[in-house]
């Protein structure tokens, strides 16, 4: 489990540096920050224990997976990380050329038509 948290935040820190790397000048953010920024919002145990790892969004989905996604603890999960990408870097955009702000407008839209009373962030 360790060694996986550790290849995970391996591939963050990668990332962010190859996307600050690109950035223009004016956006561009000390380096060493946006990695510490990222250590420490990816790795918030809290919620990451509360939604199983089986259940998380992936590409191949789950059987019931909009319901399970929009239950508290995945939902909450999900609107950490949307946070930790976009407080880190605001103006990213995924590889379909979404916002975070759209993204979680698309999660919250789903979410109201399948549970009633989850808090959204």
């Known amino acids: 489990m360790a060694s ?8 963050i820190i ?23 920024k990222a250590l420490i919002c990816f790795d918030n145990k809290t919620v990451y ?3 199983s790892s089986a259940i998380r969004s992936s590409i191949n989905g789950t059987i019931n997976g909009t ?3 929009c239950s508290k603890p995945c939902l909450a ?6 946070d930790c990408v976009n407080d880190i870097l605001s103006n990213f955009k995924f590889f ?11 999660f919250r839209a789903a979410c109201n038509n399948i549970t009633i009373g989850v808090v959204r962030p």
């Not at 996986?4 to 591939?11: D, E, I, N, T, V």
């Not at 379909?96 to 698309?106: D, F, G, Y």
């Open 4 to 11: 996986s948290l550790a290849l995970r935040l391996c591939w």
């Open 14 to 36: 990668i990332t962010l540096l190859a996307i600050v790397i690109h950035l223009p000048a004016s956006v561009a953010q000390d380096p060493l920050q946006i990695v510490g």
């Open 49 to 51: 224990n509360n939604c």
């Open 67 to 69: 319901a399970v996604i």
């Open 77 to 82: 999960e999900t609107f950490v990380i949307l």
């Open 96 to 106: 379909n050329n979404l916002t975070v702000p759209a993204v979680k407008a698309i």
